[in-house]
C-alpha cells in the first residue's frame, strides 16, 4: 500500500503539470493529501496506534477535504476556471516535470535514511512533489494556481517527514497542519481582495503597484 501511494503521488504531480483547469488541478491536490493519510497508516502499520490514526485522519480531512472546500470558493468567487497564459506551458511542463522526477531519483539513491527502508520510491515521491509544488508556485501566473503549488509543496514536505523521521510529536505534525491551513485561508482571502479590487487575480500584474 505504501508503495502504491508514492507511485500515485508521482503521477499525480505529473498530472498537475499539464493541466490548466483550476478546478481539477484542485481535486488533484485533494486526493494527494488523501493519499498522504493512507501513506500514514500503511508506513506505520507494523506499529499503528491511536497518534498515527488521529494524525492520518486530520491530514485526510484538511487536505483532502478542507483545503480543496476553501480553494473551490475562491475560484467560484474570483470567478477564474483556468490557467490562460502561463509562464511556461503545458508540454514544456510535463517535460521538465519528467527531469524533476529524474532529479528526485537520483536525490533518492543518494540519501540513506533508516526511517524510509521499507518504503520504496518515498524520497524521490517526496523531493518530486516539492519540485512539483515550487514550479506550480514559480511558473504560473494566477494567484490561485500558485496557492495551489503551495498546498502541493507542503504535501512533499509531509510526505518525507512522514517517511522518513518515523516518530514525530503529535501536537508538531498538528501545528504544521494548522499553518498550511492558516496560510490556504489567507491566501484564499487576499485572492477575493486582490479580485474585488483589481478585478483579476493574475500575479503579473501586480508589479504595476510599484511606486
Not at 111 to 119: D, F, P, R, W
Amino acid at each position: 500500500m505504501s508503495e502504491t501511494c508514492m507511485m500515485l503521488l508521482i503521477l499525480l504531480d505529473l498530472a498537475l503539470l499539464s493541466i490548466s483547469r483550476l478546478n481539477t488541478a484542485i481535486t488533484l491536490a485533494g486526493f494527494q493529501g488523501f493519499l498522504l493519510g493512507l501513506f500514514v497508516i500503511s508506513s506505520h502499520a507494523h506499529s499503528l496506534s491511536v497518534r498515527m490514526i488521529l494524525i492520518a485522519g486530520a491530514g485526510m480531512i484538511v487536505k483532502g477535504f478542507v483545503f480543496p472546500l476553501l480553494m473551490r470558493r475562491a475560484v467560484k468567487e474570483a470567478g477564474i476556471q483556468r490557467e490562460m497564459k502561463p509562464f511556461i506551458n503545458a508540454s514544456l511542463s510535463v517535460v521538465l516535470g519528467v527531469v524533476m522526477l529524474g532529479c528526485s531519483l537520483w536525490l533518492g539513491n543518494k540519501l540513506t535514511l533508516s526511517g524510509i527502508n521499507s518504503v520504496p520510491y518515498a524520497v524521490p515521491a517526496s523531493f518530486l512533489t516539492m519540485f512539483t509544488g515550487l514550479f506550480l508556485i514559480i511558473a504560473r501566473s494566477k494567484a490561485l494556481t500558485q496557492c495551489i503549488g503551495y498546498i502541493v509543496f507542503e504535501n512533499g514536505i509531509y510526505a518525507f517527514g512522514v517517511a522518513a523521521a518515523g516518530e514525530i510529536p503529535m501536537l508538531v505534525e498538528l501545528g504544521l497542519l494548522l499553518d498550511a491551513f492558516v496560510a490556504v485561508f489567507v491566501m484564499g482571502i487576499a485572492i477575493y481582495h486582490i479580485k474585488q479590487e483589481f478585478n483579476h487575480i493574475d500575479a503579473t500584474e501586480l508589479s504595476s503597484l510599484k511606486g
